[in-house]
């Protein structure tokens, strides 16, 4: 039962912006806090951004923080993360997740359950 998908990854020249988007299904998204985590190979998964459960509270990573901004449209069942200047470092496959045991944002991994299958992001120099 696929319950996060995430769209909107792909190649970028170093500036330019993406908006990622994570479709949830009504279970897993309602009241819960969600969040953007971004890994690459060989590497931990990283922390890059969260939500609390209305989405008038926010975290970020300090090295996205001005650059990238976290939303949610509880209407559609989705939340977004728009990426503005984009920089090489940012390369990662990107995932999204769904946090139910807590409704204010998390920057801990281990606090949520559900995971999205992860989007490639790419920014070429």
């Known amino acids: 039962q696929v319950q996060l998908v995430e769209s909107g990854g792909g190649l970028v020249q170093a500036g330019g912006s993406l908006r990622l988007s994570c479709a949830a299904s009504?279970?897993?998204?309602?009241?819960?806090?969600m969040g953007w985590f971004r890994q690459a190979p060989g590497k931990e998964r990283e922390f890059v951004a969260a939500?609390?459960?209305?989405?008038?509270?926010?975290d970020y990573v300090d090295s996205v923080k001005g650059r990238f901004t976290i939303s949610r449209d509880n209407a559609k069942n989705t939340v977004y993360l728009q990426m503005n200047s984009l920089k090489p470092e940012d390369t990662d496959v990107y995932f999204c997740?769904?946090?139910?045991?807590?409704?204010?944002?998390?920057?801990?991994?281990?606090?949520?359950?559900?995971w999205g299958q992860g989007t490639q992001v790419t920014v070429s120099s």
């Open positions: 997740a769904a946090c139910s045991k807590f409704r204010m944002q998390q920057t801990n991994e281990h606090a949520y359950e559900y």
């Open positions: 009504v279970r897993t998204f309602i009241g819960n806090a």
């Open positions: 939500v609390d459960w209305s989405g008038s509270s926010t």
